[in-house]
């Protein structure tokens, strides 16, 4: 290998002939599938948090929402 030469890519060796297609298509879902794997499990514990700001957020809204159709009602716009 020349000092300046980049290694070549398991696409262009396919594209090349070198690497049959169908390795690499298999390598990337494989890549693909168990980085899926360890998202899930590093997202699985943000779930909770997230249900929790959506039922803070839930609440907040009705509450404030009763409070301006009471304020409206008080006024007659209602």
């Known amino acids: 290998m020349n000092i300046g030469q980049i290694e070549l890519s398991s696409a262009i060796l396919a594209a090349k002939g070198v690497v049959h297609p169908a390795w690499v298509a298999a ?3 494989a890549v693909i599938y168990y980085l899926g794997l360890v998202a899930e499990k590093w997202l699985k514990g943000f779930s909770w948090a997230g249900l ?3 039922l803070v957020f839930g609440v ?8 301006r159709a009471a304020s409206a009602f008080d006024e007659g716009d209602l």
Request: hydrophobic residues 45%; aromatic residues 8%; positive net charge.
């Open 27 to 29: 390598g990337t879902t």
């Open 52 to 54: 929790a700001a959506a």
């Open 60 to 67: 907040a809204t009705t509450l404030y929402l009763r409070r």
